[in-house]
């Protein structure tokens, strides 16, 4: 863990877009390299759904094989001090289901520790 890292609001929205370009390419090994071993994904002031990085990793790739188109578009992004929020478009399919989500996420240094889910 890094917190003496000190990054500026652009790095930190560059790795929250980061780890949706690796949810695109459904490469659950990348996407989770950006967390912190003990992060988790959760809903909103919530139950963790998916609890760190092994237990993030395997939920991913299991929903990736349920869900082979899966891909997430960004709509805006902001960055209030170490958090990112990020509009999220996710379509399980061309044809499949559409939602809106707001994403949290949280870092500690140049990692993030939790992702937190608003639908």
């Known amino acids: 863990m890094s ?4 990054l500026t609001a652009e790095q930190r929205i560059a790795i929250a877009h980061e780890m949706i370009a690796r949810y695109n ?4 090994d990348a996407y989770v390299a950006l967390m912190t071993p003990d992060a988790c994904e959760a809903g ?3 139950a963790v759904v998916r609890e760190g990085r092994e237990g993030t990793r395997a939920g991913l790739a299991a929903m990736f094989a349920q869900f082979p188109q899966n891909r997430v578009t ?4 902001k960055c209030v001090g170490e958090t990112v929020v990020l509009h999220e478009a996710v379509s399980r399919a061309p044809d499949g289901e559409q939602f809106e989500v707001l994403a949290i996420y949280s870092f500690e240094g140049d990692k993030v520790s939790r992702v937190e889910f608003i639908r």
Do not use: K, V
């Open 3 to 6: 917190t003496d890292l000190l």
């Open 25 to 28: 390419a459904q490469d659950a």
């Open 44 to 46: 909103y002031r919530g």
């Open 74 to 77: 960004i709509r805006d992004s």
